[in-house]
């Protein structure tokens, strides 16, 4: 089986490489449009700032070869907020594969910190391939400014300041808000089956 990574102008590309490495899956880092058209899977991971990295993937085709996949394909963090039609960061028009927006998080307290940093409760909404093995109140790791709405492509949720997408699925395309390469025994299940769909 093929994995390729996208490897494209983001941070944090590698640190899923060495995850999937743990749990015995060899996969390819490549910005090569035909390598990832030929995967079998597909993970497009990321940290980073929206508008700078749309125009990157514009400028280098990637954004139409994501758009064109077919395979399963696995958005993570920026990954997953790129996939959505806009964010606020930067007044960016983004992929638009998920028919999302992407939104700033405000403050409502004084002891709300933003970035969203640490570990928090993910609740499954809907029942997907990806959480199969996975319990309800599961902790996974979060990085971000930013969060996806909720809507109808919604299969998991967390609250912090208010609830927001942790994951969501449309057709073959999957994405985590949280990084499952971060998130321990919870994050290798889920690349597991990712791995296995």
């Known amino acids: 089986m093929k994995i390729v990574i996208i490897d494209y102008n983001a941070g944090n590309v590698r640190s899923v490489l060495f995850a999937l490495e743990r749990i015995g899956v060899v996969a390819e880092l490549s910005s090569d449009p035909d390598k990832i058209k030929s995967a079998d899977k597909v993970i497009f991971p990321g940290v980073g700032e929206a508008k700078n990295t749309m125009a990157y993937l514009r400028k280098t085709g990637l954004a139409e070869t994501i758009r064109g996949l077919k395979q399963p394909t696995l958005g993570i963090c920026l990954g997953m907020q790129l996939l959505c039609e806009y964010s606020e960061e930067g007044n960016t ?62 299969t998991a949720t967390c609250d912090y300041i208010l609830p927001f997408s942790a994951a969501l699925q449309k057709d073959n395309f999957y994405a985590t808000q949280f990084h499952p390469e971060k998130s321990g025994d919870v994050g290798e299940l889920i690349l597991k089956e990712f791995i296995n769909l």
């Not at 028009?93 to 409502?108: R, W």
């Not at 319990?135 to 979060?142: E, I, N, S, T, W």
Request: aromatic share 16%.
């Open 93 to 154: 028009d983004c992929l638009n594969i998920i028919p999302l927006k992407v939104k700033k998080f405000i403050a409502s307290a004084t002891d709300q910190k933003i970035p969203h940093v640490g570990w928090n409760k993910i609740m499954f909404e809907k029942s997907t391939p990806l959480f199969k093995k996975n319990q309800p109140g599961d902790y996974a790791y979060f990085v971000h400014s930013y969060y996806v709405e909720k809507g109808d492509y919604t």
